[in-house]
């Protein structure tokens, strides 16, 4: 079993829709992280968190840390939004080593 | 201020030659790490380097890779010998500490195909 898991693995949503990953993981962490990767290739980071919930224009991200559990939240989402998004976390404070999920691909239909 | 730098960014190998690929971290930022994407698969850590010093190895294939960053210049990841499975997409990633809480900031990712 991967120590961080992602659902769903695929996600397509009309353009407008409220949009949720969800991230589970099964180790200590001192954080978590959410990146997107464009189809293109290139990885953006979007949020790192510790605790409670962020926000960033149209993103919203949230994590219980006794759940073990993280949000990605897209509102009104849009056709640029489609990415891979991934959910990673650092279980070695000292470094900041990432342990990365599988991604949940979205696709954002017009 | 640029971004994470990786050059080049699209590399063919044949089988049994060596793969250099270059990774120059955002201005400030003196800890670097690589990390592979399998085709098909996700990303997987693979080295973290502060200047001059290898602090985390464990994700390293323990043949035919090494990885560097020298006082001066960019850090290198070095693939002696490549096969057809080290075909891959090779991201590096700089922050200004290597500590938790900090943000990474990626590279567009090396390409490489063995033929």
């Known amino acids: 079993k991967n120590e961080v898991e992602q659902s769903p693995q695929n996600l397509t949503a009309q353009e407008g829709e409220f949009i949720t990953i969800n991230c589970s993981y099964s180790v200590g962490i001192s954080a978590l992280h959410w990146l997107q990767q464009h189809p293109g290739g290139g990885i953006v980071s979007l949020f790192m968190l510790s605790s409670g919930k962020k926000k960033h224009g149209r993103l919203i991200a949230t994590i219980n840390i006794q759940e073990k559990h993280s949000s990605l939240h897209i509102t009104a989402s849009h056709p640029r939004d489609s990415a891979v998004y991934i959910c990673a976390v650092e279980r070695d404070s000292n470094t900041g080593k990432l342990i990365f999920g599988q991604g949940t691909t979205l696709q954002v239909k017009p | 201020n640029a971004g994470v730098m990786q050059n080049p960014r699209h590399l063919v190998r044949r089988r049994g030659q060596e793969a250099r690929l270059r990774c120059s971290p955002m201005k400030g930022h003196s800890h670097v790490y690589w990390y592979r994407q399998l085709p098909e698969e996700g990303l997987k850590f693979m080295v973290y380097?502060?200047?001059?010093?290898?602090?985390?190895e464990s994700g390293m294939p323990k043949e035919r890779f090494s990885a560097e960053f020298p006082k001066e210049g960019p850090s290198i990841l070095r693939i002696q010998q490549v096969v057809r499975g080290d075909s891959a997409a090779y991201f590096c990633?700089?922050?200004?500490?290597?500590?938790?809480?900090?943000?990474?900031?990626f590279g567009p990712g090396t390409r490489l195909t063995v033929l």
């Open positions: 990633a700089s922050s200004p500490m290597g500590r938790s809480y900090n943000e990474q900031f």
């Open positions: 380097l502060q200047k001059e010093n290898i602090i985390d």
